[in-house]
């Protein structure tokens, strides 16, 4: 992986980190989530209209990842809803670089060196080290969020898989989330009876903004696990954990606790050893 490559995964981390801010403070999560799918959707709309088609053998790929990918948001909501945001996002990002690189390493038969291991093990210890439980007798929110991390190396699996497959990733990435903007919609219609959207409400056009973010946070990442191992750059993009402790520090008044700066020391850490050993 090229320092070009490095770089922009870690940037997809930073707009990941920045969605999910946009969707802890909103009142109604799966309309949110709903909204970011179609913002994601219509932003995705050129590739799928001025690139060619993603190759006939990627589709079966595309097709379950869209399904893994309305899950996870399923179970993301779950998780935000019965558990705190500050256990729940670290147990969700932390465990999925772990399973990725084990997934990607029977599945795929991808190897990685005893440094590289050593970061993505860092990043996911560093990561889950900033999961709060406060009362151990109530499992239920981390055993969504660890659901949740399933979800995202699942789905990282599939897309590492079908975006090699596809012949040119940005297709590939472009009718995943055409596709992907669908059942969420669907969902929340059968539910409410109504649009999950009004386009004089500013939280629309933010949610909207967020799919953007999402579209291009993502797509990154599925161009980088053509070109470098998945469980490498799950690890890296995992690191919008830290970021999310930044923005919450800088910008929501949240307080960076001595174990959080320390699980944060960590997480560098590892992303400078996989930086350093790529």
């Not at 009362?135 to 949740?148: E, K, S």
């Not at 040119?168 to 929340?188: E, H, Q």
């Amino acid at each position: 992986m090229s320092i070009f490559v490095l770089s922009l995964v870690l940037f997809a981390a930073l707009l990941h980190a920045s969605w999910n801010a946009l969707l802890k403070s909103s009142a109604d999560p799966l309309g949110a989530l709903a909204v970011m799918t179609i913002g994601s959707g219509l932003a995705a709309l050129p590739l799928i209209l001025y690139l060619p088609l993603p190759l006939p053998e990627s589709w079966p790929y595309i097709a379950l990842s869209a399904v893994l990918h309305t899950a996870y948001n399923l179970f993301l909501i779950r998780a935000y809803r019965i558990g705190d945001f500050s256990q729940s996002y670290p147990i969700a990002r932390g465990s999925s670089p772990l399973l990725v690189t084990l997934g990607a390493a029977l599945l795929v038969g991808e190897q990685m060196s005893w440094m590289t291991l050593l970061g993505v093990i860092l990043i996911s210890v560093g990561i889950i080290s900033l999961a709060h439980i406060r009362n151990r007798l109530h499992l239920a929110g981390p055993v969504a969020a660890f659901t949740t991390g399933a979800f995202i190396a699942a789905y990282t699996i599939t897309d590492g898989l079908g975006a090699r497959a596809a012949g040119n990733a940005l297709s590939y990435c472009g009718w995943l989330f055409v596709l992907d903007s669908i059942p969420l919609l669907l969902i929340y219609l059968r539910l409410h009876k109504r649009l999950p959207m009004a386009f004089g409400s500013k939280e629309t056009w933010v949610a909207l903004g967020g799919g953007l973010m999402s579209l291009l946070a993502y797509g990154i990442v599925i161009w980088a696990v053509t070109l470098a191992p998945m469980g490498t750059v799950s690890a890296l993009r995992e690191t919008s954990v830290l970021f999310a402790a930044l923005i919450g520090w800088l910008f929501l008044g949240e307080k960076l606790s001595m174990r959080r700066i320390l699980s944060c020391l960590l997480i560098t850490v590892g992303a400078i050893i996989l930086g350093l050993h790529l």
